[in-house]
């Protein structure tokens, strides 16, 4: 390995070499994904069966949008056939099914510009700088980039990841500790039900005395509060939080006054700000932070060549559901099929039928039947 010296900065070849190729390099494909989401990463697979390459560019260091980054260890009751599956198995899964059309990932990098070109294709670039061209652009950015709501409590931030989460990636952390959960919605109520049998002890604190959850979700909470598993605190307010070196103690504000409250963790879990972020720059037409798209063909957006899929569009009758992210990659992937060839016909097989052919030359397909000439 060469050292070149010049004037006390010292740099080997390689990591010049690694520079360089950074700058110039252009990633090619036929469909560009951004993000790698449950939608984003079935569209891969539907892709392949068409022999259709994909990249898929996500801000996060790891695929699976929301099931990997909010929930990954929660089960999911509606995804067909399977009775239930974890966030994070499903997530699993998913990589394994498209394992043989070896997409490509530009991981930890935000999608940024968006540039047509004269041959009709497109270059996106991201925060870092890297660069990705394609003919047909599949937006599966969901929620855009996640950003949690905080509760405007003093000094807060400074117990981030130090007692204080608003999002619960691995339960295993608050096992037989005392948690407070703060929030009214969905999540408040299903980690609270989950953690009372992590937790040593679950309060729920909610600044009403109804809840904005599914019914079923709020009669359980009341069952565990019979049972003494968990604690409700309502209408209240977490107003302060406290302690050395990690969180000890939380101020609650009830019926106008004020007590203390110790504690291991707090979770205040406010919901998810949805923010488009640079994609609402990219010219697309967007109602209520969702890219509108044509939901009677292709989940095409008002560009021609960008389809927008998954929680990231809306249309008429629009359901933020993972089993509709997949309907829309799927009949998306047709039309991009149609845009890259023009001149082809395409005849759909089963896949029971047609197997599945991966890139990396593996092969899935039925048994064919033998026929015995008949004597
Ligand atoms: C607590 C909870 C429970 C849920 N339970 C269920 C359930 O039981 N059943 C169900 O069907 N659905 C459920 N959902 C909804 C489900 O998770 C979403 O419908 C699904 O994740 C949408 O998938 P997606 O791929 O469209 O988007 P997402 O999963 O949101 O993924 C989008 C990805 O795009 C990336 N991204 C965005 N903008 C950019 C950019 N500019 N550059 C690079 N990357 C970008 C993000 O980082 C993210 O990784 C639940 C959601 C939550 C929060």
């Known amino acids: ?154 000094h807060i931030r400074d117990y981030e990841d130090l007692g204080v989460a608003y999002i619960i990636k691995d339960p295993e952390v608050y ?15 299903d980690w609270s039900i989950f953690l009372a049998n992590v937790a040593s002890e679950v309060t729920l604190i909610h600044r009403r005395n109804e809840f904005r959850g ?17 604690k409700l605190i309502t209408p209240a307010e977490v107003t302060g939080v406290g302690g050395d070196a990690h969180l000890e103690v939380l101020t609650i504000l009830k019926d106008e006054k004020e007590f203390k409250l110790e504690t291991d963790h707090f979770i205040p879990l406010f919901g998810l700000s949805p923010k488009l972020g640079p994609i609402a720059n990219w010219g697309l037409e967007i109602e209520k932070n969702a890219i509108k798209v044509d939901n009677t063909l292709d989940y095409q957006t008002n560009i021609p060549g960008i389809y927008a899929i998954g929680d990231v569009n809306t249309y008429p009758g629009k359901l933020k559901l993972i089993l509709c992210g997949f309907h829309e990659a799927t009949l998306m992937c047709q039309s991009a099929y149609k845009r890259i060839n023009p001149d082809k016909r395409y005849v759909m097989k089963y896949t029971t039928v047609g197997g599945v052919h991966g890139f990396d030359g593996s092969k899935k397909e039925a048994p064919k039947a033998v026929v015995k000439p008949i004597d």
Request: with cysteine; proline share 8%; hydrophobic share 40%.
């Open 1 to 154: 390995m060469f050292k070149l010296k010049k004037e006390g900065f010292r740099i080997d070849v390689d990591t010049l070499k690694s520079r360089l190729t950074y700058k110039i390099v252009m990633i090619k494909t036929d469909i560009l994904i951004i993000g790698a989401g449950p939608t984003g990463l079935f569209t891969v697979f539907e892709a392949g069966l068409l022999q259709l390459k994909c990249h898929i560019i996500d801000a996060l260091p790891q695929p699976g949008g929301q099931c990997s980054e909010i929930y990954p260890k929660k089960p999911i009751f509606d995804i067909p056939g399977f009775p239930e599956v974890m966030a994070g198995k499903l997530v699993d899964n998913l990589m394994e099914q498209i394992k043989p059309f070896t997409p490509g990932f530009t991981l930890g990098e935000r999608a940024e510009r968006i540039e047509k070109l004269e041959d009709g294709t497109f270059t996106v670039t991201t925060n870092k700088g890297t660069s990705h061209n394609a003919p047909v652009v599949a937006i599966a950015g969901g929620l855009g980039s996640f950003e949690p709501r905080k509760p405007p409590i003093p």
């Open 214 to 230: 599914a019914l079923d979700s709020v009669e359980k909470v009341q069952r565990l509060k019979s049972d003494g598993k968990i």
């Open 175 to 189: 096992r037989n500790k005392r948690v407070v959960i703060a929030g009214g919605g969905d999540s408040a109520l």
